[in-house]
Structure formats: structure tokens, C-alpha cells
T-cell receptor, first 115, second 118 residues
Framework: AQKVTQAQTEISVVEKEDVTLDCVYE???????LFWYKQPPSGELVFLIR????DEQNEISGRYSWNFQKSTSSFNFTITASQVVDSAVYFC????????????WGLGTSLAVNP | ETGVTQTPRHLVMGMTNKKSLKCEQH?????MYWYKQSAKKPLELMFV???????ENNSVPSRFSPECPNSSHLFLHLHTLQPEDSALYLC?????????????????FGPGTRLTVL
């Protein structure tokens, strides 16, 4: 069965610290997509990244980086030099052909970055 | 207006009321979604419309009734709700690039309607 696990429910860091949010997924499909979304206090989820199962290259976008490892079924997200504006709930999601349009969502990790 | 908008942002209703949630997307997308977000639970997909046809209905109780009059607008009609229906209801849209395959298109979300059922 498809599943996404975000084991960290809440993380609290001090500004400028690096922080890694973990995401572990389960799927039997060979073609699938992984997503990260950010949900700030305003409520709307904001798309951060999509990775397909055939592309294991790590990606960096500014202070954000993602580490995709098929061997461990993980797609971890690192924020370098965190800022207060990074405080939000972060969701990892899995899309595979077995569920058509339905993304499988993790429970989210609430990140608090304190000044 | 840009992106995905939702009205109202907050709604308090009694169990016997009838109300509607509205969603509008200004992105020219061909698919729209209703999600329910409750505390301590994964995001729940309720309905999906693609090209104005409902393509997904995930065992949602009949007290929730969606309507998609065109590709830009989506409604969720509510009647005789229960207190456990209190949640954040999120609307999203996407431009589907592939039908029937793995969902690979990013979804754009609205800010949600915070619903409280008394």
C-alpha cells in the first residue's frame, strides 16, 4: 500500500540553524512523483518541488535542498540558515499510477524558527 | 485576482443550515479539487473535476455536494452537517498533462475556508 511518513511532528530551531525534514514513502510502482508543499499560517499550501522516480539528482534552490534516495525510499528536505519566515507546516506527498489523481500525503512537520 | 481564491474564509453554521463554499481559479487550469484538512489527519481528497466532469469522489457523505459549472469555478454545497465536519476546506487546481497516469502536476491551492459546525 502507498504511504508517506513524516516522522517529525514538530521541530523548533533558532534562526540561522540548518534543519532537515524527513520524508519516507512506500509504493510498488516504478513510476511515481514526490512533492513537497509548504503551508504557512495563512493556510494555502504552496508547491515547493516535484521529483519523479527516475531522477535521483539532488536539487538546490537557494537555501532549500532536497535529497532523494530510492535505496532508502526517502525524499528529505533541508533548509540552510533557517529564517523566521520559514516557519510553517511542511508536507511531503506521493503520486503514483495506482491512485490516479489522488496524492498520498504525509501528516506534515510543523517547523518553528525562533529569532 | 490571481491564483486560487476561496470564499468565505470563515464559516460558522448550525447542523440544520445550508451553505456553499466557492472556489475560483484564475490560472486557466483544467482540473479542480476539494480537500478536507483536519487536525492530526492527512489531507483528504474529496472531489476532483477534470474538464468540468467529476472524476473522483472519495466516499464523501452525501451532505457534501460539489458543483463545477465551468473550468474556473467550483462549489461545495453543504447541508445538515455534523460537528465532525468542522475543518479547513481547501480548493486546488492544476493543469493536467496526463490522464490516468501518476499525478505529476503541481496543484495550486487557495487559502481555504475554516468551517465550524455547531
Amino acid at each position: 500500500a502507498q504511504k508517506v511518513t513524516q516522522a517529525q511532528t514538530e521541530i523548533s530551531v533558532v534562526e540561522k540553524e540548518d534543519v532537515t525534514l524527513d520524508c519516507v514513502y512506500e509504493t510498488r510502482d516504478t513510476t511515481y512523483y514526490l512533492f513537497w508543499y509548504k503551508q504557512p499560517p495563512s493556510g494555502e499550501l504552496v508547491f515547493l518541488i516535484r521529483r519523479n522516480s527516475f531522477d535521483e539528482q539532488n536539487e538546490i534552490s537557494g537555501r532549500y535542498s532536497w535529497n532523494f534516495q530510492k535505496s532508502t525510499s526517502s525524499f528529505n528536505f533541508t533548509i540552510t540558515a533557517s529564517q523566521v519566515v520559514d516557519s510553517a507546516v511542511y508536507f511531503c506527498a506521493l503520486g503514483d499510477a495506482g491512485n490516479n489523481r489522488k496524492l498520498i500525503w504525509g501528516l506534515g512537520t510543523s517547523l518553528a524558527v525562533n529569532p | 485576482e490571481t491564483g486560487v481564491t476561496q470564499t468565505p474564509r470563515h464559516l460558522v453554521m448550525g447542523m440544520t443550515n445550508k451553505k456553499s463554499l466557492k472556489c475560483e481559479q484564475h490560472l486557466g487550469h483544467n482540473a479542480m479539487y476539494w480537500y478536507k484538512q483536519s487536525a492530526k489527519k492527512p489531507l483528504e481528497l474529496m472531489f476532483v473535476y477534470s474538464l468540468e466532469e467529476r472524476v473522483e469522489n472519495n466516499s464523501v457523505p452525501s451532505r457534501f455536494s460539489p458543483e463545477c459549472p465551468n473550468s474556473s469555478h467550483l462549489f461545495l454545497h453543504l447541508h445538515t452537517l455534523q460537528p465532525e465536519d468542522s475543518a479547513l476546506y481547501l480548493c486546488a487546481s492544476s493543469q493536467d498533462s496526463e490522464i490516468g497516469g501518476a499525478p505529476r502536476d503541481e496543484q495550486f491551492f487557495g487559502p481555504g475556508t475554516r468551517l465550524t459546525v455547531l
